[in-house]
T-cell receptor, first 114, second 114 residues
Framework: AQTVTQSQPEMSVQEAETVTLSCTYD???????LFWYKQPPSRQMILVIR??????QNATENRFSVNFQKAAKSFSLKISDSQLGDAAMYFC???????????FGTGTRLKVLA | ETGVTQSPTHLIKTRGQQVTLRCSSQ?????VSWYQQALGQGPQFIFQ???????GRGNFPPRFSGLQFPNYSSELNVNALELDDSALYLC?????????????FGPGTRLTVL
Protein backbone atom coordinates (compact mmCIF):
# COMPACT_ATOMS: atom_id res chain seq x y z
CA ALA A 1 0.00 0.00 0.00
CA GLN A 2 1.10 3.53 -0.69
CA THR A 3 1.86 5.93 2.16
CA VAL A 4 2.67 9.63 2.39
CA THR A 5 4.48 11.10 5.38
CA GLN A 6 4.83 14.75 6.33
CA SER A 7 7.03 14.94 9.41
CA GLN A 8 6.70 18.67 10.05
CA PRO A 9 3.35 19.46 11.72
CA GLU A 10 4.14 23.17 11.71
CA MET A 11 6.68 25.52 10.11
CA SER A 12 7.28 29.26 10.37
CA VAL A 13 8.97 31.61 7.92
CA GLN A 14 9.64 35.30 7.83
CA GLU A 15 7.99 37.25 5.07
CA ALA A 16 10.24 37.36 1.95
CA GLU A 17 12.32 34.41 3.16
CA THR A 18 12.45 30.87 1.78
CA VAL A 19 11.01 27.78 3.42
CA THR A 20 11.08 24.09 2.53
CA LEU A 21 8.34 21.64 3.44
CA SER A 22 9.24 17.95 3.52
CA CYS A 23 7.36 14.94 2.23
CA THR A 24 8.34 11.30 1.86
CA TYR A 25 6.28 8.56 0.31
CA ASP A 26 6.37 4.85 -0.22
CA UNK A 27 5.12 2.94 -3.25
CA UNK A 28 5.92 -0.08 -5.35
CA UNK A 29 4.49 1.56 -8.46
CA UNK A 30 6.78 3.10 -11.06
CA UNK A 31 4.30 5.44 -12.72
CA UNK A 32 2.68 7.98 -10.47
CA UNK A 33 2.14 11.63 -9.73
CA LEU A 34 2.93 13.74 -6.71
CA PHE A 35 1.10 16.88 -5.70
CA TRP A 36 1.26 19.71 -3.21
CA TYR A 37 -2.06 21.19 -2.21
CA LYS A 38 -2.69 24.32 -0.17
CA GLN A 39 -5.66 24.59 2.16
CA PRO A 40 -6.12 28.16 3.47
CA PRO A 41 -8.27 28.82 6.54
CA SER A 42 -11.32 29.22 4.24
CA ARG A 43 -10.91 25.44 3.62
CA GLN A 44 -10.95 25.20 -0.20
CA MET A 45 -8.05 23.02 -1.34
CA ILE A 46 -5.98 24.46 -4.18
CA LEU A 47 -3.36 22.69 -6.29
CA VAL A 48 0.05 24.33 -5.87
CA ILE A 49 2.27 22.14 -8.00
CA ARG A 50 2.38 18.72 -9.65
CA UNK A 51 5.25 16.37 -10.50
CA UNK A 52 5.13 13.41 -12.85
CA UNK A 53 7.37 10.62 -11.59
CA UNK A 54 8.85 9.77 -14.98
CA UNK A 55 10.04 13.35 -15.50
CA UNK A 56 13.53 14.03 -14.20
CA GLN A 57 13.12 17.78 -14.19
CA ASN A 58 11.75 19.30 -11.01
CA ALA A 59 8.47 21.17 -11.43
CA THR A 60 8.30 24.91 -10.80
CA GLU A 61 5.37 27.32 -10.60
CA ASN A 62 6.46 30.89 -10.03
CA ARG A 63 7.70 31.07 -6.39
CA PHE A 64 7.00 27.38 -5.79
CA SER A 65 9.37 24.59 -6.76
CA VAL A 66 9.92 20.99 -5.78
CA ASN A 67 12.93 18.83 -5.10
CA PHE A 68 11.91 15.40 -6.35
CA GLN A 69 14.27 12.56 -5.41
CA LYS A 70 12.69 9.44 -6.87
CA ALA A 71 15.20 6.94 -5.50
CA ALA A 72 14.87 8.37 -2.00
CA LYS A 73 11.08 8.71 -2.41
CA SER A 74 11.29 12.33 -1.31
CA PHE A 75 9.23 15.26 -2.59
CA SER A 76 9.86 18.58 -0.86
CA LEU A 77 8.25 21.94 -1.62
CA LYS A 78 10.29 25.13 -1.62
CA ILE A 79 8.50 28.45 -1.31
CA SER A 80 10.64 31.45 -2.20
CA ASP A 81 9.93 35.07 -1.26
CA SER A 82 7.23 33.96 1.19
CA GLN A 83 4.13 36.13 1.38
CA LEU A 84 1.48 36.51 4.07
CA GLY A 85 -1.00 34.87 1.72
CA ASP A 86 1.09 31.69 1.72
CA ALA A 87 -0.03 30.94 5.28
CA ALA A 88 -2.09 27.73 5.10
CA MET A 89 -2.05 23.98 5.59
CA TYR A 90 0.02 22.27 2.92
CA PHE A 91 -0.72 18.69 1.97
CA CYS A 92 1.51 16.38 0.00
CA UNK A 93 -0.44 13.83 -2.05
CA UNK A 94 0.31 10.76 -4.17
CA UNK A 95 -1.66 9.47 -7.13
CA UNK A 96 -0.86 6.29 -9.03
CA UNK A 97 -1.51 6.51 -12.76
CA UNK A 98 -3.81 3.50 -12.66
CA UNK A 99 -5.52 4.14 -9.33
CA UNK A 100 -8.56 6.22 -8.63
CA UNK A 101 -7.58 7.90 -5.41
CA UNK A 102 -5.10 10.23 -3.87
CA UNK A 103 -3.16 9.37 -0.73
CA PHE A 104 -2.69 12.49 1.37
CA GLY A 105 -0.18 13.23 4.09
CA THR A 106 -1.22 14.69 7.44
CA GLY A 107 -0.25 18.21 6.43
CA THR A 108 2.13 20.96 7.49
CA ARG A 109 0.78 24.21 8.85
CA LEU A 110 2.83 27.11 7.49
CA LYS A 111 2.90 30.39 9.37
CA VAL A 112 4.28 33.49 7.69
CA LEU A 113 5.61 36.13 10.07
CA ALA A 114 5.48 39.79 9.12
CA GLU B 1 -16.67 28.95 -15.32
CA THR B 2 -18.36 27.79 -12.09
CA GLY B 3 -16.19 25.96 -9.60
CA VAL B 4 -17.10 23.01 -7.41
CA THR B 5 -19.89 23.78 -4.97
CA GLN B 6 -21.13 21.79 -1.98
CA SER B 7 -24.22 21.95 0.18
CA PRO B 8 -24.95 22.36 2.95
CA THR B 9 -22.02 24.21 4.51
CA HIS B 10 -22.65 22.87 7.98
CA LEU B 11 -24.82 20.07 9.30
CA ILE B 12 -25.57 18.68 12.75
CA LYS B 13 -27.00 15.19 13.15
CA THR B 14 -27.42 12.70 15.96
CA ARG B 15 -25.98 9.22 16.16
CA GLY B 16 -27.94 6.68 14.14
CA GLN B 17 -29.42 9.20 11.71
CA GLN B 18 -28.80 9.33 7.98
CA VAL B 19 -27.33 12.25 6.03
CA THR B 20 -27.04 13.29 2.38
CA LEU B 21 -24.36 15.70 1.20
CA ARG B 22 -24.43 17.27 -2.26
CA CYS B 23 -21.80 18.37 -4.75
CA SER B 24 -21.93 20.14 -8.10
CA SER B 25 -18.92 19.45 -10.28
CA GLN B 26 -17.00 22.05 -12.21
CA UNK B 27 -18.39 22.55 -15.71
CA UNK B 28 -17.18 19.85 -18.14
CA UNK B 29 -15.93 17.49 -15.41
CA UNK B 30 -17.26 13.93 -15.55
CA UNK B 31 -15.45 12.53 -12.52
CA VAL B 32 -16.09 13.24 -8.86
CA SER B 33 -14.33 12.02 -5.74
CA TRP B 34 -15.35 12.28 -2.10
CA TYR B 35 -13.02 12.63 0.84
CA GLN B 36 -13.39 12.68 4.62
CA GLN B 37 -11.11 15.05 6.49
CA ALA B 38 -11.07 14.64 10.26
CA LEU B 39 -9.86 17.55 12.35
CA GLY B 40 -6.11 17.97 12.05
CA GLN B 41 -5.76 15.21 9.46
CA GLY B 42 -5.32 14.93 5.73
CA PRO B 43 -8.25 13.97 3.50
CA GLN B 44 -9.10 10.26 3.31
CA PHE B 45 -10.46 8.97 0.01
CA ILE B 46 -13.99 7.56 0.23
CA PHE B 47 -14.82 6.77 -3.41
CA GLN B 48 -14.77 8.09 -6.97
CA UNK B 49 -17.55 8.17 -9.57
CA UNK B 50 -17.02 8.32 -13.30
CA UNK B 51 -20.00 8.67 -15.62
CA UNK B 52 -22.43 7.57 -12.88
CA UNK B 53 -20.46 4.43 -11.91
CA UNK B 54 -18.32 3.93 -8.82
CA UNK B 55 -14.83 3.08 -10.07
CA GLY B 56 -12.75 3.18 -6.90
CA ARG B 57 -13.30 2.99 -3.17
CA GLY B 58 -11.22 3.60 -0.06
CA ASN B 59 -11.45 1.82 3.30
CA PHE B 60 -14.94 2.96 4.22
CA PRO B 61 -17.85 0.68 5.23
CA PRO B 62 -20.89 0.14 2.98
CA ARG B 63 -22.96 2.61 4.99
CA PHE B 64 -21.06 5.24 3.00
CA SER B 65 -22.65 5.28 -0.44
CA GLY B 66 -22.87 7.64 -3.34
CA LEU B 67 -24.61 8.62 -6.53
CA GLN B 68 -23.59 10.56 -9.59
CA PHE B 69 -26.27 12.02 -11.82
CA PRO B 70 -26.33 12.53 -15.62
CA ASN B 71 -25.36 16.19 -15.12
CA TYR B 72 -22.37 14.89 -13.10
CA SER B 73 -23.56 16.34 -9.81
CA SER B 74 -23.12 13.92 -6.95
CA GLU B 75 -24.40 12.86 -3.53
CA LEU B 76 -22.70 11.22 -0.58
CA ASN B 77 -25.03 9.31 1.73
CA VAL B 78 -24.04 8.10 5.16
CA ASN B 79 -26.36 5.77 7.09
CA ALA B 80 -26.36 4.92 10.79
CA LEU B 81 -24.18 7.87 11.71
CA GLU B 82 -21.47 7.35 14.31
CA LEU B 83 -19.66 9.95 16.40
CA ASP B 84 -16.45 9.31 14.42
CA ASP B 85 -18.20 10.41 11.24
CA SER B 86 -17.85 14.00 12.43
CA ALA B 87 -15.53 15.59 9.87
CA LEU B 88 -15.21 17.90 6.90
CA TYR B 89 -16.43 16.15 3.74
CA LEU B 90 -14.77 17.30 0.56
CA CYS B 91 -15.91 16.78 -2.98
CA UNK B 92 -13.47 17.09 -5.88
CA UNK B 93 -14.12 16.97 -9.61
CA UNK B 94 -11.78 16.31 -12.52
CA UNK B 95 -11.93 16.18 -16.29
CA UNK B 96 -11.21 12.46 -16.40
CA UNK B 97 -10.98 9.49 -14.07
CA UNK B 98 -7.68 8.51 -12.55
CA UNK B 99 -5.55 10.01 -9.81
CA UNK B 100 -3.15 11.57 -12.31
CA UNK B 101 -5.70 14.19 -13.26
CA UNK B 102 -5.88 17.46 -11.37
CA UNK B 103 -8.75 17.52 -8.93
CA UNK B 104 -10.66 20.71 -8.13
CA PHE B 105 -12.00 20.77 -4.62
CA GLY B 106 -15.14 22.28 -3.19
CA PRO B 107 -15.25 24.18 0.10
CA GLY B 108 -16.57 21.16 1.99
CA THR B 109 -19.45 20.30 4.29
CA ARG B 110 -18.75 20.27 8.02
CA LEU B 111 -20.72 17.38 9.58
CA THR B 112 -21.10 17.16 13.34
CA VAL B 113 -22.57 14.01 14.85
CA LEU B 114 -23.82 14.30 18.44
Amino acid sequence: AQTVTQSQPEMSVQEAETVTLSCTYDTSESDYYLFWYKQPPSRQMILVIRQEAYKQQNATENRFSVNFQKAAKSFSLKISDSQLGDAAMYFCAYGGRRTYKYIFGTGTRLKVLA
Amino acid sequence: ETGVTQSPTHLIKTRGQQVTLRCSSQSGHNTVSWYQQALGQGPQFIFQYYREEENGRGNFPPRFSGLQFPNYSSELNVNALELDDSALYLCASSLRQGASNEQFFGPGTRLTVL
